[in-house]
């Protein structure tokens, strides 16, 4: 082979030696920007699930424990790294003037006693189409206990004394005002009292709460009672339903201490669901969830050997390797090639 093929051939090896190179560096930088973004924080990040909490229902006679044990178990949730989606926002968002009792009030006072009670159930439909009664809205309260006092008006006393039981399945320990209600109105309700026990079940159905889980957008729902059991002693009881046909409801009772153990009480009750994690991110939290866990970045885990970087460097350095031997291979020939002599 003459020294004109050789450098011709010698060109054309190094063309597509530098066209590999080029692709090499092309795919490293590629891979190693996916790599970078698989170990990343924002990969790695998972969406939190999220938590609706209903109001506790309470059969004490302090009408604050319930809304102690809310905030307790909204903690607590956070604490297990859920969102905790506000029950209160819930209600005021399913608020209209359509629920005003006014135009009620106003024909209950000029004894058109029919037309409130055709009124006041239209603003109770629409009430408990929005779910007044699993969040507890204070004004779906106020228009039943204005429908028992229209049918108690009208001689309808079974159905008010029946009206009045489901009011008092929500709400065990609410009183009415002696200066606001007649001495009948308030036999009637001291009658409902004592059937408690027999016609409620305290807790929602999974169903309805499953129904406003979907509504509001929400992974899980949560509601829970406090209540006397036949020994005298205080349970909470915790109802865990999720939205997702592929997790499972589930209760749970703990015995509640004083109030200053209801903190570790309600936790206990959430533990038996959601156990914690081995390792806790932060002291000002005490449970881990396991989403939590898994956010932990690997990238200090990855072995240098397998890095994107160190092999874009073995592939430079054996590609240049190989471009300066056949550099070199070229200029020998050169040297060692005797001149072509012609006459």
């Known amino acids: 082979m003459n020294t004109l093929s050789e450098h011709k051939l010698t060109s054309v090896i ?9 692709l090499v560096l092309v795919i490293s ?12 924080p924002s990969s790695q990040k998972k969406k939190p699930p999220t938590v609706l909490v209903l109001p506790t229902i309470t059969d004490s006679e302090t009408g604050l424990d319930a809304t102690t044990f809310d905030v307790l178990l909204a903690a607590n949730f956070k604490a297990l790294n859920f969102d905790v989606v506000d029950e209160k926002a819930v209600v005021e968002g399913y608020h209209s003037d359509e629920t005003n009792l006014d135009a009620a009030r106003e024909a209950y006072l000029d004894m058109r006693l029919e037309e409130a009670l055709v009124i006041a159930e239209k603003i109770r439909d629409d009430h408990l189409a929005h779910h007044g009664d699993l969040l507890s809205d204070k004004r779906f309260v ?7 006092k229209l049918l108690l008006n009208l001689d309808r006393a ?9 009011i008092l399945c929500r709400h065990p320990s609410l009183k009415l005002d002696p200066e606001q209600y007649a001495p009948s109105m308030q036999s009637l309700w001291l009658f409902a009292v004592k059937r408690l026990g027999d016609q409620c079940s305290f807790l929602p159905a999974e169903d309805e709460m499953i129904e406003i889980g979907r509504e509001v957008g929400v992974d899980w729902v949560a509601a829970a009672i406090r209540k006397t059991n ?15 046909s592929s997790e499972h409801s589930s209760r749970h009772s703990v015995v509640l201490g004083t109030s200053a153990e209801w903190t570790e009480d309600v936790r206990r009750a959430l533990q038996q669901k959601f156990p914690p994690a081995k390792a806790v991110v932060a002291s000002d939290v005490s449970l881990v969830s396991p989403q939590k866990e898994a956010t932990f970045s690997t990238v200090d885990k990855d072995k240098w050997y397998k890095t994107w970087w160190f092999w874009t460097g073995v592939g430079v350095v054996v590609l240049g ?3 300066l031997g056949i550099g070199i291979h070229y200029k020998t020939n050169q040297e060692e090639t005797p001149p072509i002599i012609t006459k």
């Open 230 to 244: 036949h020994n005298g002693k205080d349970l909470f009881i915790v109802l865990l339903v999720p939205t997702s």
């Open 29 to 40: 930088l590629i891979s190693g920007s996916v790599h970078a973004q698989d170990v990343g």
């Open 321 to 323: 390797g190989v471009g």
């Open 14 to 22: 190094i063309k597509r030696l530098n066209t590999v190179l080029t």
């Open 142 to 148: 106020a228009v039943n206990i204005f429908i028992v």
């Open 158 to 166: 079974v159905e008010a004394t029946n009206l009045a039981i489901k």
